[in-house]
């Protein structure tokens, strides 16, 4: 069945660091892919998606690209600031209808 | 726009005590629905999905059930509450996996 793996975290950058969370999956087919933000206390937020090969999601500085050849969608953002600090899931829809999401990596930024 | 409302937000309950967490969905109609729970510093852990009234699919046996009385209701309970059942309760609608699903705010439950 489809399956989702992100690193562990957590990461720790200081403000205006790079950042990248990697993202691989399985899947059968070609299952939309995302990224959800969950902010301290907080429920889950669609931070971006991309529902077919080299699309690529962005909003708030984020990006991520839908690479078939690596089974990747990466998420990146060049410059992070103190109020990204969050936790950030990968998730891709099932083959039952369902998402199924990874394990979730904690982004800290210190000012 | 769709809503989704779930309540309360924090619940501070005794061993063996019921549950009831309750999840709305507004300005849609025949959503599936979801309910998640994350035990602290895990990850999501899907509970029960719906995709139609009274139709549950469990996806973890345990002591919480899941009811849908109408169309977008959807009820988490329990009768008898352990220490174990304490996290974070996520509620969750979506038309298909395709578009994503939309999260509540949660509802942070303390077992004492």
């Known amino acids: 069945g489809n399956s989702v793996t992100q690193m562990e975290g957590p990461v720790t950058l200081s403000e205006e660091a790079f950042l990248t969370i990697n993202c691989t999956y399985t899947a059968t087919g070609y299952p939309s892919l995302f990224w959800y933000v969950q902010y301290p206390g907080e429920g889950l937020q669609l931070l971006l998606k991309a529902t077919k090969a080299d699309d690529k999601g962005s909003n708030k500085g984020f990006e991520a690209t839908y690479r078939k050849e690596t089974t990747s969608f990466h998420l990146e953002k060049g410059s992070v600031q103190v109020s990204d600090s969050a936790v950030y899931f990968c998730a891709l829809g099932g083959s039952q209808g369902n998402l199924i999401f990874g394990k979730g990596t904690k982004l800290s930024v210190k000012p | 726009s769709q809503t989704i409302h779930q309540w309360p937000a924090t619940l501070v309950q005794p061993v063996g005590s019921p549950l009831s967490l309750e999840c709305t969905v507004e300005g849609t109609s025949n959503p599936n629905l979801y309910w998640y729970r994350q035990a602290a510093g895990r990850g999501l852990q899907l509970l029960f999905y719906?995709?139609?009234?009274?139709?549950i699919s469990s996806e973890v046996p345990q002591n919480l059930s899941a009811s849908r009385p109408q169309d977008r209701q959807f009820i988490l309970s329990s009768k008898k509450l352990l220490l174990s059942d304490s996290g974070f309760y996520l509620c969750a609608w979506s038309f298909e996996a395709d578009y994503g699903y939309t999260f509540g705010s949660g509802t942070r439950l303390t077992v004492v």
């Open positions: 719906s995709v139609g009234i009274g139709q």
